[in-house]
């Protein structure tokens, strides 16, 4: 196949920017055009050239949440550049690794796994096992397990990449800092909150020494300590580093940083667990709104609608949180898919507040398509997968159908005993449930056997 030239690769480009425009996806569509016009007047670039500024987009695309746009974009760098410069070219290997992460931001995990190692393989042949480059093609690959629920893999790699960052960068370089705190994220997916919490809190510290107590890096190892605090119960503490991140990001980002949302729904939900809803309900009201004026039809919109939802339930507001969540579900689909872990979160909760209202038949199907394509999506034994599983055991307990749920409680225990271990809380609350309902079971067995007595 022939070399692409400047002239075929605008020509594609301005083929997908048409293809934007008949779908009204105007502003991606003006900024594919704006490139292309850039490439081709007054004088071509070099067709390498032009990639580079097509790269560019990508990474602005990323930066701004368009996935869609980010896939497809990169997806004909990727494809230009194999046939321009060859399949392990650097180049070529940079566009692959943009675009795992433009996988990994649809939710496409499982594609973002395969290019994702492709990547990790080529660079270390290419590169090296430590070049700064496969290294974070190694990082990108461990956040798609974490996030596919795939944790063990996950945590082999972030420890992998901690030791040899440690080693090479020291203790304390912003990268290895950074891997410290994403072994730490996996270490609270996997319920081991003490482990977590010590990295947190060491390389809270060391941030804060040599970054500075208000740098943003700082700030988010602060804000991931208050998660994993608020995962201990520990509320006051997580209320108080939240607080304080607030209030930095709100003098030195203002009140519509997406970070700024972050913090503030984050401190919501910190609220929510201490049974302060009214506080959580006005954040969380205030957080949709600045989403959706910020960001527009963005992931962290969609799950501010969510969140504002959960905690209208909480609140026994049961009417207004059924029509906002089937609204969040609604765009959810059209915008990230029906498959996207996002949306069958947000399924999964709408199941839980039509179960609230008492709709049990309505909750037990939307619970069932959410559990299904979680199943489907993520694999059977990821942690929201499990969640999903307990969920519609409740529904078939609430329905008096004990067998059906003693199944589901079973599956769900024993997943949650080998993914998340034997202590994690989620695990207990399962073997509990699944004692609950053996009981039940026990008991209807006994009553059956004294009727028959009786008889």
Not at 266 to 278: H, K, M, P, T, V
Request: hydrophobic residues 40%; contains cysteine.
């Amino acid at each position: 196949m022939a070399d692409p030239s400047t002239a075929s690769i605008a020509s594609t480009f301005q083929t997908l920017a048409q293809q934007y425009r008949t779908h009204q996806q105007i502003e991606a569509a003006a900024q594919i055009e704006t490139v292309v016009q850039q490439v081709l007047q007054p004088e071509p670039d070099e067709a390498s050239a032009a990639l580079v500024r097509f790269g560019a987009l990508v990474l602005t695309f990323l930066e701004h949440g368009q996935w869609s746009a980010a896939v497809d974009v990169g997806h004909a760098v990727v494809e230009a550049r194999r046939r321009l410069l060859g399949p392990d070219s650097p180049a070529t290997l940079t566009a692959m690794h943009n675009l795992v992460s433009a996988y990994c931001g649809q939710g496409r995990w499982s594609e973002a796994i395969e290019l994702g190692g492709r990547v990790v393989a080529a660079r270390q042949t290419v590169l090296g096992a430590e070049h700064p480059q496969t290294l974070a093609a190694m990082s990108n690959l461990a956040a798609a397990y974490r996030n596919k629920g795939h944790l063990r893999p996950a945590e082999a790699l972030e420890t992998q990449l901690l030791e040899t960052k440690t080693r090479t960068l020291g203790p304390e370089h912003p990268s290895t800092m950074t891997s410290m705190s994403n072994l730490a994220t996996t270490y609270t997916y996997l319920g081991r909150y003490e482990e977590a919490a010590r990295l947190e809190q060491s390389v809270l510290e060391r941030s804060g020494r040599v970054l500075g107590p208000r740098h943003g890096s700082t700030l988010t190892y602060q804000s991931n300590l208050s998660v994993t605090r608020r995962e201990q119960g520990r509320l006051a503490e997580a209320e108080q580093l939240e607080g304080e991140v607030l209030e930095a990001r709100l003098a030195s980002l203002g009140g519509q940083h997406p970070l700024s949302l972050t913090s503030m729904a984050n401190l919501a939900a910190i609220y929510r667990d201490q049974g302060r809803c009214e506080e959580a309900a006005q954040l969380e009201t205030q957080v949709v709104e600045q989403s959706q004026d910020r960001l527009g039809d963005h992931p962290q919109t969609f799950m501010a609608m969510v969140n504002l939802a959960t905690t209208w339930r909480a609140q026994g507001r049961g009417d207004e949180a059924a029509r906002l969540g089937a609204r969040a579900v609604a765009v959810m689909k059209t915008q990230l898919g029906e498959s996207h872990p996002l949306s069958l979160t947000a399924m999964a909760e709408l199941g839980l507040t039509f179960q609230s209202q008492g709709r049990a038949r309505e909750a037990e199907a939307l619970t069932t398509q959410a559990l299904r394509g979680m199943q489907k999506t993520l694999g059977d034994h990821h942690p929201h997968c499990l969640t999903a599983m307990t969920n519609l055991g409740l529904i078939y307990q609430s329905q008096g159908r004990w067998k059906e749920a003693e199944a589901l409680a079973e599956r769900a225990a024993r997943g949650r005993e080998k993914v998340l271990g034997k202590s994690h809380p989620l695990t207990l609350a399962s073997m509990q449930d699944l004692v609950r309902v053996c009981q039940v079971l026990a008991a209807e067995r006994t009553m059956d056997t004294r009727v028959e007595l009786s008889g």
